[in-house]
């Protein structure tokens, strides 16, 4: 028998089997396969070997991707959520410094204001006895004030809530904090004006919550 070359030696064992068989053949006798081999009659182990995926296996895979990317994607939600409620905090955070720093840069009262207008949330620092003509807007529209656990001092003629800091950064007032949330009321961010002496900070989740 003829000795099998390295090519033959790694091929899969039904191909190395039919290699095997037809290397011993004689030309007439591989002309008489021709006919078998252009309609595909490969022997049975050969084709099992070569064969693809069963419907019933195709089935299972797209099954278990779907559940994998389900998992996924309700993660990724609750990811996207919660940067953009970190995102908003971060901006109210900076409101009530604005106002804080700039008080004491212009001795005098300035006021740092929230509200809700038109389903979006809405932040300005301004003199206490005015009432703001320009809003800045979050650019988070799925944040909204959390009413319900939100301590700042309500301003119900001017629909808004609001803390002042005096000409020396201090609170001139009642203490409190502004809560942010998403429009399924969870997670939710916070940020407290804790001190009379103006002490900020953030907290998240059921820090944010009354008890």
């Known amino acids: 028998m003829r000795g099998e070359s390295p090519w033959m030696l790694q091929a899969e064992p039904a191909i190395r089997e039919y290699l095997q068989i037809t290397s011993s053949l004689s030309c007439f006798q591989m002309l008489e396969l021709i006919p078998i081999l252009q309609q595909n009659k490969l022997p ?13 296996e195709m089935i299972v895979v797209i099954a278990i991707v779907g559940i ?3 998992v ?3 993660g990724f939600l609750g990811w996207l959520a919660r940067m953009r409620l970190n995102s908003a905090q971060h901006t109210a955070l900076q409101a009530i410094r604005q106002a804080q720093m700039t008080a004491k840069l212009q001795k005098s009262t300035l006021q740092a204001s929230f509200r809700e207008q ?3 949330v809405q932040w300005a620092v301004h003199p206490d006895n005015t009432v703001p003509s320009i809003w800045n807007t979050l650019e988070q529209e799925s944040v909204k004030i959390d009413p319900d656990n939100t301590t700042f001092y309500k301003d119900n003629k001017n629909s808004l809530w609001r803390v002042q800091f005096n000409h020396k950064g201090n609170t001139n007032g009642q203490l409190g904090r502004i809560n942010l949330t998403t429009k399924t009321g969870t997670p939710k961010r916070c940020v407290f004006v804790s001190t009379l002496l103006g002490a900020v900070r953030t907290a998240a989740d059921e820090r944010c919550v009354k008890k």
């Open 68 to 70: 994998l990317a389900a």
């Open 118 to 120: 038109n389903g979006k």
């Open 44 to 56: 049975h182990r050969l084709n099992r070997a070569t064969a693809g995926f069963t419907l019933a």
């Open 72 to 74: 996924a994607g309700a």
